[in-house]
């Protein structure tokens, strides 16, 4: 089975960067980075020190339900391109040690037993037995230290 990761969408990216709503219904903040851990949720690199970026919520799921987690991300606060769908783990993601992986079913919502942390070296594996599930349609890939969404991993 092969997976792929799968970064935030273009559209959404564009949306965030020309400074539409978050979604709290607030505008992105706007900072300099340092250089130090600032992962761009759509391009999946680190923002290089000096370049500025976007802190903002972001709610990856299509629509408000109990289970559609909100919570803070970092973006380029110019256009980047997108992380191209590969089955990859991206570079950026081997400087943590461990993610928390999640399964959620085709309706958006966990699928209970799914979530755990997982090494790093672990995760391609750890995504692809959870997708072999027949109750699973997709995986998030979340800090695990913060929570944070990163990406979403699905079947190739």
Not at 91 to 118: A, H, P, W
Request: net charge neutral.
């Amino acid at each position: 089975m092969t997976i792929r990761f799968i970064a935030m969408t273009t559209t959404m990216a564009r949306h965030y960067q020309a400074g539409g709503a978050d979604a709290n219904g607030q505008k992105p903040e706007t900072h300099l980075s340092d250089g130090d851990g600032v992962p761009c949720r759509h391009c999946l690199h680190n923002v290089r020190a000096g370049d500025k970026y976007l802190i903002l919520s972001h709610r990856p799921f299509p629509s408000p339900q109990p289970y559609a987690e909100t919570g803070p991300i970092f973006l380029h606060a110019d256009e980047c391109e997108r992380y191209a769908q590969t089955d990859q783990l991206p570079e950026m993601f081997n400087k943590s040690s461990d993610f928390i992986l999640r399964g959620y079913s085709c309706q958006d919502r966990i699928v209970y037993g799914t979530g755990g942390v997982v090494k790093t070296g672990g995760i391609a594996d750890r995504a692809a037995e959870l997708l072999k599930r027949d109750d699973v349609a997709y995986v998030h890939m979340r800090s695990a230290r913060n929570n944070c969404f990163q990406c979403r991993i699905e079947m190739a």
